[in-house]
C-alpha cells in the first residue's frame, strides 16, 4: 500500500531541548495527522492538519508542540521545550481527502533524558 | 465516533481461518466500519472497510450484519505475520471528522 515515511526512526535529546520530528506522507495526499503511543498504551490523536492550517488538536498536544509543512515538503512536528513525558512512539499519518483511509508511518521514537 | 467494543486477546494455529468480533450497537447511519492492525514497533497498518455491504480484499472478508451493529473480520488461513493488534473503529464518513480513534483493540496470537 501507500507508504509513509519518518525520519529518524529514533531520536534521543535531553529535556528541555527543541525536537522536530520529520514524516514525508503519500505524494499526493492532502490530510496529515500525528499520533502518540506510550509503550504499551493505546494509540493516542495529537493533531489534524489541511491546507496550512490545524484543523483538529486534542489536549495532549501542548503549547509546546507546533506542526507544519512548508512549501510541501516533510511535515512536521516540533516539541520545544521537551520535558520527559514526552517520551513515546510518534507516528505520522496521511490521506487523500478527509473521509479517506489513513495511511501510517513507521513512527519516530522519542526518548527524552 | 461511537464505541466498538472487542475481545482483548484471541488465540488461533497457523493455517486456521480466524474471527474477530466487533459490537457497534450504536452506530450511526454514516460510519464506516474501519479495521486495522498494529505490530509491535511498527504503524498501524490499513485491513479493511465498509458501510454496509461485506467486502473482501487481499488480505480480509469484513462481514457486516444486516442491522449493522456487529461486524467480524475473518482472516483465512493465518500465518504468524498475522499476529497482531487488531482495532475495529467507527469513522464518519463526511467532512469535518477526519481523525480516527483507537481503542484497545484484540491481541490476535497465533501458535505455529
Known amino acids: 500500500g501507500p507508504k509513509v515515511l519518518q525520519i529518524p526512526s529514533h531520536q534521543i535529546i535531553d529535556m528541555g531541548q527543541m525536537v522536530t520530528l520529520n514524516c514525508d506522507p503519500v505524494s499526493n495526499h492532502l490530510y496529515f495527522y500525528w499520533y502518540k503511543q506510550i509503550l504499551g498504551q493505546q494509540m493516542e490523536f495529537l493533531v489534524n492538519?489541511?491546507?496550512?492550517?490545524?484543523?483538529?488538536k486534542s489536549k495532549l498536544f501542548k503549547d509546546q508542540f507546533s506542526v507544519e509543512r512548508p512549501d510541501g515538503s516533510y511535515f512536521t512536528l516540533k516539541i520545544q521545550p521537551t520535558a520527559l513525558e514526552d517520551s513515546a512512539v510518534y507516528f505520522c499519518?496521511?490521506?487523500?481527502?478527509?473521509?479517506?483511509?489513513?495511511?501510517f508511518g513507521a513512527g519516530t521514537r522519542l526518548s527524552v533524558l | 465516533d461511537a464505541k466498538t467494543t472487542q475481545p482483548d486477546s484471541m488465540e488461533s494455529t497457523e493455517g486456521e481461518t480466524v474471527h474477530l468480533p466487533c459490537s457497534h450497537a450504536?452506530?450511526?447511519?454514516?460510519?464506516?466500519i474501519y479495521w486495522y492492525r498494529q505490530v509491535p514497533l511498527q504503524g498501524p497498518e490499513y485491513v479493511t472497510h465498509?458501510?454496509?455491504q461485506n467486502t473482501t480484499n487481499s488480505m480480509a472478508f469484513l462481514a457486516i450484519a444486516s442491522d449493522r451493529k456487529s461486524s467480524t473480520l475473518i482472516l483465512p488461513h493465518v500465518s504468524l505475520r498475522d499476529a497482531a493488534v487488531y482495532h475495529c473503529?467507527?469513522?464518519?464518513?463526511?467532512?469535518?471528522?477526519?481523525?480516527?480513534?483507537f481503542g484497545a483493540g484484540t491481541k490476535l496470537t497465533i501458535k505455529p
Open positions: 465498509g458501510l454496509q
Open positions: 450504536t452506530i450511526s447511519g454514516n460510519e464506516y
Open positions: 492538519f489541511y491546507n496550512g492550517k490545524v484543523m483538529e
Open positions: 499519518a496521511s490521506s487523500l481527502y478527509s473521509q479517506n483511509t489513513l495511511y
Open positions: 473503529i467507527l469513522r464518519v464518513a463526511n467532512y469535518g471528522n477526519e481523525k480516527i480513534t
